[in-house]
């Protein structure tokens, strides 16, 4: 059978999926579903997904293991968790270090009707300089790096027996597998890319590490879940300051509680989202825009990298020079918009003005329902 007949079959597959999504069997509406019938208390699911885990080491660092430092992270992000909400229950896909399939982390979250995948991973580059940490989402990739993150994070796959036929012909050797895999996880993609945005917001301001943005590419472990998942990068275990921060206690509790509050940011807006669309302009002096670059020099607002975008605007911040476009009110119409943006700018992400200066997207959302 060729790689498109599989294909073929693959696509058909997954719009039946997509469809019993949409008719219910799942509920889209904001991405939650474990919600229960009127008049009970609303309980959350959230899946955390350290990656990797007994004979697959994952990255590996001067003095560390890939699997070691996401297990630690994910475990103090599930204890963040559960202290501070009665109504989120917590699921691993594993707790110790342990060997689990790619395909059973999806399975875990979907029978559990989870309301969020979050799977974490830490980088490695063969320039060691590289630091700081990113986000994924499901999605084509526009960049050759994203690509090559992609490749290594799916290799997982063959020390797995039979990989062909549980991942669906997917040749873990060929970039034309990509582009199938990549076109499936759109029911979810504005709710995950909502998400994205704020783990990446809360690690640049509240874990003040470089931020590497929000970014698509083709990732199995994703591919199959039912709700937002994203596949969190925390940091490059191949830069050797990086790798000791990642290492320490410090710095675990750092980016878990980095990645608790971007949980906690995302619960407040999908329990208020309904009445994001309501909200007049004149009621609030809360806007928001796309970022779409930074820059150490001062660019002309007519320059070409801007060429077709609405309402570009200059912000500086201490000696950086930020870029924005569009200027929307309403939160959800700012969602729709960046999908257009990282078209062009796939690193692109969502930020909040007021009186004409940035402030952290958390207080934004907190004002506009006020």
């Avoid at 036929?165 to 993609?189: A, M, R």
């Avoid at 994001?276 to 007519?302: C, N």
Wanted: aromatic share 12%; with cysteine.
């Amino acid at each position: 059978m060729t790689f498109f007949n599989i294909s073929a079959i693959f696509l058909q597959k997954r719009l039946i999926t997509v469809f019993l999504v949409l008719c219910g069997v799942y509920l889209s509406v904001t991405g939650a579903s474990g919600m229960q019938s009127e008049g009970t208390k609303r309980v959350w699911k959230v899946v955390i997904d350290p990656g990797h885990g007994g004979k697959d080491p994952g990255a590996l660092g001067k003095i560390s293991r890939e699997k070691d430092i996401v297990l630690g992270v994910g475990l103090k992000l599930g204890n963040y968790i559960s202290e501070n909400f009665d109504d989120v229950e917590v699921i691993y896909t594993r707790t110790t270090d342990r060997f689990v399939e790619l395909h059973r982390r999806a399975e875990i979250a979907n029978k559990a009707k989870a309301d969020l995948f979050i799977s974490l991973h830490a980088n490695s580059w063969k320039n060691r300089n590289i630091l700081g940490s990113e986000t994924y989402v499901m999605g084509l990739h526009t960049d050759e790096k994203n690509l090559e993150v992609a490749i290594k994070e799916n290799a997982v796959i063959t020390f797995e027996e039979d990989y062909t036929t549980k991942y669906e012909g997917y040749d873990p050797d060929s970039p034309e597998s990509f582009i199938i895999f990549s076109l499936v996880q759109n029911t979810y993609l504005e709710q995950s890319l909502d998400f994205a945005s704020f783990v990446q917001n809360q690690f640049r301001e509240r874990a003040k590490r470089i931020d590497r943005g929000v970014k698509q590419a083709g990732f199995l472990v994703l591919w199959n879940t039912t709700m937002p998942s994203v596949l969190v990068e925390i940091g490059f275990i191949s830069n050797a300051a990086e790798e000791t921060y990642l290492l320490s206690e410090a710095g675990q509790d750092y980016i878990a509680s980095a990645i608790f509050r971007a949980f906690r940011d995302y619960k407040i807006a999908v329990e208020n989202r309904s009445d994001f669309s309501k909200i007049p302009a004149e009621t609030s002096s809360v806007r928001f825009m796309v970022q779409v670059m930074a820059s150490r020099k001062p660019i002309p607002l007519d320059s070409e990298y801007f060429t077709g975008f609405e309402q570009v605007k200059e912000f500086k911040t201490g000696d950086m020079y930020k870029y924005a476009v569009g200027n929307e009110s309403s939160y959800d119409e700012i969602m729709q918009y960046i999908q257009k943006v990282k078209i062009r700018y796939s690193d692109s992400f969502i930020i909040a003005i007021e009186n004409d200066k940035i402030i952290p997207l958390n207080e934004a959302l907190k004002k506009i329902n006020e």
